[in-house]
């Protein structure tokens, strides 16, 4: 409970069925059922039991309801005609018994394999630590929580890290249950503290946890504290706000910020006693500590030392130039590196049509950094050895308030609070060999609400032929988006930024039978570009229940009479997300 996950905490435990579907899930305690869903992704086939001291126990990625809720459910999606549902009941309709069995144990929904997904929630809609909450005897853990990295941020334009500017990593040495820095690391400024940890509960599992207790101590006294132990469920995306959301996209690991970032509303921090940002004093040794505990009060404990380091324009340890220019963006600050071609490399700085002109905040023989504070201005195009850098910067985003950035090819809506930070937004329009790219800020940016984007294209695309737009993701894959044409323009609502384009996609899916008999049919259902929107399953015209797993592109059927064989004509049509159309038919 607490794991950071990509788009939200873990909000209970995980328990595992050895990798197999169809073991008995027993209601915890006595109470009734409230709600009940099936669906292919998320908890999938989930169910919510009330009980009598206000909360609710959630069962999620189950194969099979069982007694009666299993058929009022199936009569319900006959009547429907819906696979997806989501189902309310009074506290009189169905009853449980603690121990009563309730269903079969899955790998429905969003899961990575069988296992039984275990909440509690309080009546305010707090998932609570099932593992504090509760007794689970059957779990036995003595181990302290695990230490990977230790990355340090500067947390301004004149803080340095070992004489630099950024994010950067450390690996933690063992001590026994503890870990160590071996060396002082050198600083100057104000200081950000993240930690890569994890909890195992036994040795050489392949299985973690989070550590949701976190303490930071300088010099003996607390500057930051963290305690997991209740999660409102309707506020998941904050954890972009408390987990590293750019090295999360970059590099895949999830490391917790060990101070509270801007945007950040979470309430895990009662017992901090300021925001956990470190300032290095001048001639000062600043020894940190990192106390973790996990939910059985097991212990370990991060130390070492932030050395005081003046600012120095000549430094030792800058790492050879890839490129002979590399750009990067980090929150308030737009780093520019460039080889040194000349002795005294200056970059010229056109803000507005004003030229001004800038020596290297730091360099070496290998390479020049600029920084540039963009919350003093953004910079239109920069002049380095001879080459011009077009920055793309259009505007700043407030986020608190409402905001419309009106571009010659773009217009992007912002609601209030759809951004977490002030966002420097950049946008381009690039023409490229039969297509068209709109890039809208950066993917290693977060929303935290849908922006809404009205594109003005250069070429034409017929309404007719089924154009749409979608979002690349990784080197060649692309997410369908949609849109509609709105007065020549096409209009769309998106939660990530990124490279957008318009696409057509004139295949319609394709249909696989698995296995056809008068008991079930099964297939595989799969689209190239858009994906599956919708699909449909007839037997002489009489709709046929088809379930769906998302995650392994599967559909089943399941009868509403178990005693009456399906006979006829199956008709199966199966639509993408462009509106193209493969109806697959036999007889039964």
């Known amino acids: 409970m607490g794991e950071l996950r990509t788009t939200h905490f873990h909000s209970g435990i995980d328990i595992r069925t050895d990798n197999r579907i169809g073991m008995a899930v027993r209601a915890s305690k006595s109470g009734y059922i409230s709600r009940a869903s099936m669906g292919p992704v998320g908890y999938g086939n989930v169910i919510y039991i009330t009980h009598p001291d206000g909360n609710t126990t959630v069962y999620g990625h189950l194969d099979k309801f069982r007694g009666p809720l299993a058929d009022y459910v199936l009569s319900e999606q006959y009547r429907v005609q819906s696979g997806e549902i989501d189902l309310f009941f009074q506290e009189g309709q169905f009853k449980v018994k603690q121990g009563d069995t309730i269903a079969w144990s899955g790998n429905s ?210 790492e050879p130039m890839k490129r002979d220019l590399e750009v990067e963006l980090i929150e308030n600050t737009y780093i520019l590196s460039t080889r040194p071609l000349a002795p005294k490399t200056r970059a010229l700085v056109y803000i507005n049509g004003e030229k001004q002109e800038k020596e290297p905040d730091y360099f070496n023989s290998l390479r020049n950094v600029f920084l540039f504070d963009l919350r003093q201005a953004l910079p239109d195009s920069i002049v380095v050895n001879g080459t011009s850098v077009k920055t793309g910067f259009k505007a700043t985003v407030p986020p608190a308030t409402e905001y419309t950035y009106y571009g010659d090819w773009m217009d992007v809506k912002f609601p209030a609070d759809a951004v977490y930070d002030t966002l420097y937004l950049a946008t381009e329009h690039t023409v490229l060999p039969g297509a068209e790219v709109f890039t809208i800020g950066s993917p290693l940016v977060p929303l935290n609400k849908s922006i809404h984007v009205s594109l003005k294209t250069e070429r034409e695309y017929p309404k007719e032929q089924g154009y749409a737009v979608y979002r690349a993701t990784g080197k060649f894959g692309y997410t369908h988006i949609g849109g509609e044409w709105i007065n020549g323009r096409i209009q769309f609502n998106s939660r990530e930024f990124g490279n957008f384009t318009l696409l057509r996609d004139s295949i319609a899916p394709a249909i696989t039978p698995l296995s056809i008999t008068n008991n079930t049919v099964r297939f595989k259902i799969r689209d190239n570009l858009s994906g599956v929107g919708s699909f449909k399953a007839t037997v002489d015209g009489a709709w046929l229940l088809m379930h769906y797993d998302a995650k392994s592109a599967t559909i089943w059927s399941e009868r509403l009479d178990k005693e009456k064989p399906m006979a006829g004509v199956l008709e199966l049509e199966v639509v993408d997300n462009a509106g193209n159309k493969q109806v697959y038919k036999t007889t039964l």
């Open 109 to 318: 929904g969003s899961s990575g394999g069988p296992h039984l997904h275990f909440n509690i929630q309080d009546s305010n809609n707090r998932a609570l630590n099932p593992l504090v909450v509760a007794s689970f005897p059957e779990i036995q853990d003595n181990l302290p929580p695990d230490v990977e990295k230790i990355a340090l941020r500067t947390m301004d334009i004149h803080s340095r890290i070992n004489d630099r500017y950024g994010r950067f990593e450390f690996y933690a040495q063992r001590v026994g249950n503890n870990f160590i820095l071996k060396s002082p690391i050198l600083a100057h400024g104000t200081i950000g503290v993240e930690i890569l940890s994890k909890d195992r509960l036994a040795y050489k599992s392949p299985f973690y946890g989070g550590v949701n207790d976190i303490e930071v101590q300088v010099n003996g006294q607390r500057v930051f504290a963290q305690a997991i132990d209740k999660i409102n469920l309707t506020e998941s995306r904050g954890i972009y706000t408390l987990m590293d959301f750019r090295t999360m996209r970059m590099k895949g690991s999830r490391f917790y910020k060990l101070y509270i970032d801007d945007g950040n509303n979470l309430e895990f921090y009662g017992n901090s006693p300021g925001q956990g940002k470190i300032t290095i004093k001048e001639g000062s040794v600043s020894n940190v500590d990192i106390l973790l505990k996990d939910s059985y009060r097991n212990g370990s404990k991060v130390s070492f030392k932030l050395q005081y380091d003046p600012i120095e324009k000549r430094v030792a340890n800058l």
